[in-house]
């Protein structure tokens, strides 16, 4: 039986406590010691990568790396963009973030 959970007293959990995957692809210069750095962000701020893959030609210097992680807080993955963000010459575009339920 389905009810209705409309009238339950659930709280509101502030979206930096939120713990779930997530996919982020990132537009990135195509040049040695970007993943790696990247890879060192994620690791300072407890964001574990389950996979990663890199896609692109390097005649147009701009490849995409595409990580889904294991479970993470919001608050982190916020953190690993911020600092990628202001990476030296790495992004090339605003990355896609994407919140994975499963």
Not at 14 to 26: G, M, N
């Amino acid at each position: 039986i389905v009810g209705c959970t409309c009238t339950d007293n659930l709280p509101i959990l502030p979206v930096e406590e939120l713990q779930t995957k997530y996919y982020i692809r990132f537009a990135v210069a195509d040049r040695s010691g970007v993943l790696a750095a990247m890879a060192g962000v994620f690791a300072k701020h407890g964001v574990s990568v389950r996979s990663v893959v890199q896609r692109g030609n390097s005649e147009h210097e701009t490849v995409n790396l595409s990580y889904v992680t294991h479970t993470a807080k919001e608050a982190s993955v916020r953190a690993v963009l911020a600092e990628i963000a202001g990476l030296e010459d790495v992004l090339r575009a605003e990355p896609s973030v994407i919140r994975v339920e499963g």
